[in-house]
């Protein structure tokens, strides 16, 4: 599976799932731009890919605010003059019950994951159409598929697998793909927070996650990231509007 010296934008890749994807394209020879909220989030990430003999630059940009984005894209362009690979990562959580649940909580979580993917693909795709090549990976979720005090969450991940088929479906023809991996339970600093929230260990939220997976374990980071390397390939390029569950389960 080919990414060598393509290059690829990693959104919230200062930890977690996203910091594992950045590490496994530069190891597979890609050139990374790695994206937090601050520059500092992207050092750990950065490092580990330049102490490893990859290359990389950290980038600070809120993928919800639209200048953020097309400074994150602009500076990418100048470092590396391309821009092949999109991976729509960063992501929060503000989960409460639906009678509980504020505006802002709603508004937060809706402007990160939808306003976030549409911003950085709108910016990446100007790039992308040009040079006749793109992937565009974006972040579904199983919880798309509903989940208890995750109104807000849910509905951008849903939201997310529309956007990706829409994608496809607009930039097919400019030989841009565009595909979603929709994760279960990834062992994060995410699923951490859950964990705290509902008052429950975390090693205890993990044993009950596994038992309701067929491989009877919870994922980590690789198990993701490599879902979303097959996508980010050169060879993927007749796949496209597709939605990949790692979840360890059917
Ligand atoms: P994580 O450990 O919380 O990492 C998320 C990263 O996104 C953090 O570095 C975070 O920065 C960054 N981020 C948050 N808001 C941002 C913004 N506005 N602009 C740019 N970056 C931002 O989460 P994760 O578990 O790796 O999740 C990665 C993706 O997988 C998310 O889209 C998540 O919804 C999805 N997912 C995760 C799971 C799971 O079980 N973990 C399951 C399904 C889907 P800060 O450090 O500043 O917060």
Redesign the pocket.
Known sequence: MTVANRVAVV??????????TAKQLAHHGAKVVV????KE?TEATVSAICDAGGDAIGVA?????RS?VESLFSSALKEYGRIDILI??????RDNLVYKMTDEDFDAVL???LK?TFLCSQAAQKIMVPNHYGRIIN?????ALGNRGQMN?SAA?AGIQGMTKTLAIELGRYGITCNA???????????K??ATRMGVDFEELKTLAAKEAAVLR??V?AD?AYAVLFFAADESSFITGQVLYVKGGV
């Open positions: 959104t919230g890749s200062g930890r977690g799932i996203g910091a594992e994206s937090d909220v601050t989030l940009a809120d993928v919800s605010q953020q729509n990562n960063a992501g929060i959580i402007n990160v994951h976030g972040f579904s979720s199983t919880s969450y991940k991996v929709a994760p279960g339970f990834i062992e994060t600093d995410m699923t927070a859950t919870v994922g980071p993701v």
